[in-house]
């Protein structure tokens, strides 16, 4: 059974920083491209950082240059690195694959204060 465990959010005043982890159990990591997902209040769930087999990386925009996504094969766990944080940053965050599977964990909260 797939098990997907986020953690390490909390409360951050605006410019902070975060280290989400995501523990992954059930499936080949180092098989697969992944992904972390945030959904705000009232928002879709919106995929913000990918990161391919090979390493490769992708950034939402509103992300780029402040966030960074890395992984340990190893370890079966993803990260997310935030800094620089925003208000518009708060949101629930979650790890799932890229394109997303049927697995979704509890998620994280990030609150964000200004």
């Known amino acids: 059974q797939v098990q997907l465990v986020e953690s390490g959010g909390g409360l951050v005043q605006a410019g902070g920083s975060l280290r989400l982890s995501c523990a992954v159990s059930?499936?080949?990591?180092?098989?697969?491209?992944m992904g972390w997902y945030r959904q705000a209040p009232g928002k879709q769930r919106e995929l913000v950082a990918r990161?391919?087999?090979?390493?490769?990386?992708n950034y939402a925009d509103s992300v780029k240059g402040r966030f960074t996504i890395s992984r340990d094969n190893v370890k079966n766990t993803v990260y997310l690195q935030m800094n620089s944080l925003k208000p518009e940053d708060t949101a629930v965050y979650y790890c799932?694959?890229?394109?997303?599977?049927?697995?979704w964990g509890q998620g994280t909260q990030v609150t964000v204060s200004s």
């Open positions: 990161i391919g087999i090979g390493y490769g990386t």
């Open positions: 059930g499936m080949l990591l180092r098989r697969s491209v």
């Open positions: 799932n694959t890229d394109p997303t599977s049927d697995y």
